[in-house]
């Protein structure tokens, strides 16, 4: 059963991504437009959504008091990155979240600090300057 209720939850969610998706416009001369992003994401998560909830493989274990506070724990550091992402900048709320979400997944703090180092940088120049989506790199907090 639960199985089909994560599947479920796939489905809802994913349609309503597509559907959000139909809004976007660019106003510059790109043929595909920022839609596709969201329907090649979404589209195949309503498929796999719809197999989970009509073909279950196996009945799920939930998480012990343990787990479901580590995943508390990582839904509020995905919260506090999209809210600091601005005040501090791509670069420090990327490093931040990084690092968090490695020590909760059990990573060793120089682990987690050297993955966050390298990561954070090289995602600003990946996005930023490879792709041309302009991102803070400091936020309105530092200058």
Not at 33 to 48: C, M, T, Y
């Given at each position: 059963m639960t199985d089909r209720l994560a599947g479920l939850a796939f489905v809802l969610l994913?349609?309503?991504y597509v559907?959000?998706?139909?809004?976007y416009t660019a106003g510059f001369g790109d043929p595909?437009?920022?839609?596709?992003?969201?329907?090649?994401?979404?589209?195949?998560?309503?498929?796999?959504g719809l197999s989970l909830a009509i073909w279950?493989?196996?009945t799920a274990i939930w998480a012990g008091p343990a787990g479901l506070a580590r995943q508390a724990a990582a839904v509020a550091l995905l919260?506090?990155?999209a809210l600091m992402?601005?005040?501090?900048?791509?670069?420090?709320?990327?490093?931040?979240?990084?690092?968090g979400l490695g020590l909760l997944m059990g990573a060793t703090a120089?682990?987690?600090?050297v993955t966050a180092g390298l990561a954070a940088p090289g995602l600003y120049v990946l996005f930023d300057?490879?792709?041309?989506?302009?991102?803070?790199?400091v936020g309105t907090w530092f200058g």
């Open positions: 994913a349609t309503g559907w959000l998706s139909a809004g595909l437009g920022p839609a596709i992003f969201p329907r090649v994401v979404g589209i195949p998560a309503i498929i796999l279950p493989r196996h919260i506090f990155y992402l601005e005040p501090l900048g791509f670069v420090a709320a990327s490093f931040v979240s990084i690092l120089l682990a987690g600090v300057r490879l792709m041309g989506l302009p991102l803070p790199l």
